[in-house]
């Protein structure tokens, strides 16, 4: 007997993840592990007119343009969103999500928790992931161990951390992201993708 | 370093699943190996008045007992709803679930999609988990293979589950359970569980 041809899930749309955390969490080695992973997903990259650092690589850590490129994407409303931040532009590029939605990808966006709550705004029914460390120790040993700073710099960043924490209720989803233990934080995450395509009444976005 | 005894993650509260379908999808099938695996949840035992059939076991299939005792069920509050269906009473005895409960385990209700009606008015926060067939033709096939009827009566029996196929948007999520596929229905209701259990905020049940 055939299969119908028809399926009778509802449509699968693709979902607008936003994955965010306090700094020192990992949240780039989280991003990292999902984009080596063959997965129908897409990991946004900001566009900005600053030049590029040592080792950062035009199209994969950004996507670097001219000022004057970035002032005609403001014109143009090529950008969902973009912000001056100290002297430098950052915006995120419309074709970044579009381009990805329409080829059936979930796109991903990786921000800090101050950027998350700009994307809620922007798209109400976005999935909103928060990483958390195992512990708060945890999360400042990590600081302290990646920034080769003084005691007064690194004292300020485990503030701004803490102050970041207080800010998971804004969020939906929280995922433990334990030193060591990088496989069961992308099951997890990989789990909420699993469980948000499987809703019935789909998400919808305004773009 | 030592780990903060206090985790960070928000309260880890069992969950309400409800586990429903058209007649045919294979409910039965995937309670059974969702049972056999080594997981924290339970599945309810109904209580009923009537006679063990042939092969059904006592606490397995059914909690059999008098109908004096279940009638004492009833005046003492000791279930969370019953019916008499024809002229058997079932019923959900509370510590089925409560039982299951304090012992941090989530608790699977498998029911027909009248019963599943009936559970999201009692515990609006359950967790709604509809099985699909992959299509109307395999759920017929099964339907025929398993009944050996009059083709009266298995017309009757499809239009039924046409019927209660129907009902799928009352549910939260959809997963299709197709033939020989039993591994990923699996995986999928496991999933949905793994990113309830991740929500920030938890659902909340009044027993």
Redesign the interface.
Known sequence: ????PVS???GQSPLLVVISGPSGVGKDTVIQELKRRNLPLHVVVTATDRLPRAGEVDGVDYHFVSTQRFEEMIRNHELIEYARVYDDYKGIPRREVTDAMQSGKDVIFRVDVQGAARLRQLFPEAVMI?L???????LE?RLAARHTETPETLKKRIETAREE?KR??E??????NADGQLEKTI??I???L???H????PRTYSL
Chains 1, 2 share one sequence.
């Open positions: 007997m055939a299969h119908s009778l899930l509802p928060f958390l460390p195992a512990s708060m120790e945890e040993a924490m998971l209720n969020f939906e989803y929280a995922v433990v099951e997890q990989l789990a909420i699993t469980a948000e499987l809703k019935v009444k």
